[in-house]
């Protein structure tokens, strides 16, 4: 008995600190999304609901890139009479006559009134990286997607936001490419062959209430990439808290300090068998 309660006491002390030190998350994907979530959630407490019509508009062909998430999220949609208008490229937006102007996919133009309008704008690097050498055509600095190294200059590496890399560009994602970048630059400056390589590991916590979230975890190919043994893309409550209470003392004491690298250890603990 004594050794099965030891165990037992050892478990969750582990899962506990683990879970408490867990990740920071970033936004991007499904930062036009959640305050579509807590608006509408908050007109239906407020008894206004019927009222109001909420839209959700997106350049993508699905809510979201991975499959396992678009498909909870439409069924939270329809669920909560959000409608959703894929394929959608916002033009024009007249603010005095509160009207704004959408193409869809055939070119066809699309004009819808608001009282409310919520717009999520279209990412770029910034100046100084555009103009530089070290980027593409598309103005983001051109890396290799494994080792994170330039592709013309092998002296340079490139992590975050700045980057090329067909992943979505979030603080989660940054934490597992500072692993590989901090290991290549000293493999690259000892002379040695680059040995780590970038999964496209990134997340994104999808809050769908003042209580709940989605927490979407995924790597290349947009695959889904769980830490939990659980079923992340589940709306929960614990998941949430994660979010509102832990990562943001995590961002502060960890993160901005390096000393991050992702949960790619946790994930071999709590989700051995890659479930999920």
Not at 23 to 38: C, D, E, N, R, T
Not at 54 to 61: G, I, K, R, S
């Amino acid at each position: 008995f004594f050794f099965f309660f030891f165990f037992v006491f050892f478990f969750f002390v582990v899962f506990f600190f683990f879970f408490f030190f867990f990740f920071f998350l970033s936004i991007v994907l499904g930062a036009p999304q959640k305050i579509m979530y807590l608006c509408e959630e908050h007109w239906r407490n407020r008894g206004v609901r019927n009222d109001i019509d909420v839209q959700y508009f997106t350049t993508l062909p699905a809510i979201f890139g991975v499959k396992k998430y678009a498909e909870r999220l439409m069924a939270v949609c329809d669920g909560r009479d959000i409608g959703v208008n894929l394929q959608t490229t916002l033009t024009e937006v007249d603010s005095g006559a509160s009207k704004a102007k959408f193409t869809d996919a055939t070119g066809s133009e699309i004009e819808k009134p608001f009282d409310f309008l919520h717009v999520g704008l279209p990412h770029k690097a910034a100046p100084a990286v555009t103009a530089s050498e070290v980027s593409d055509d598309s103005g983001f600095v051109d890396v290799h997607e494994g080792t994170l190294q330039h592709k013309r200059f092998p002296n340079v590496f490139g992590i975050g936001d700045c980057t090329t890399l067909p992943t979505s560009k979030t603080a989660a994602a940054v934490t597992a490419q500072s692993k590989v970048v901090k290991t290549s630059i000293r493999e690259f400056i000892e002379g040695k062959p680059l040995s780590s390589v970038y999964n496209g590991y990134t997340s994104c916590p999808l809050v769908t209430g003042k209580d709940k979230l989605i927490l979407a975890e995924f790597r290349y190919g947009a695959e889904p990439h769980e830490t939990f043994f659980w079923d992340q893309g589940e709306e929960s409550k614990l998941q949430y808290f994660m979010k509102k209470e832990v990562m943001p003392k995590l961002y502060w004491s960890l993160l901005l300090k390096g000393k991050w690298e992702g949960p790619g250890i946790l994930r071999k603990l709590l989700n051995p068998l890659g479930k999920n």
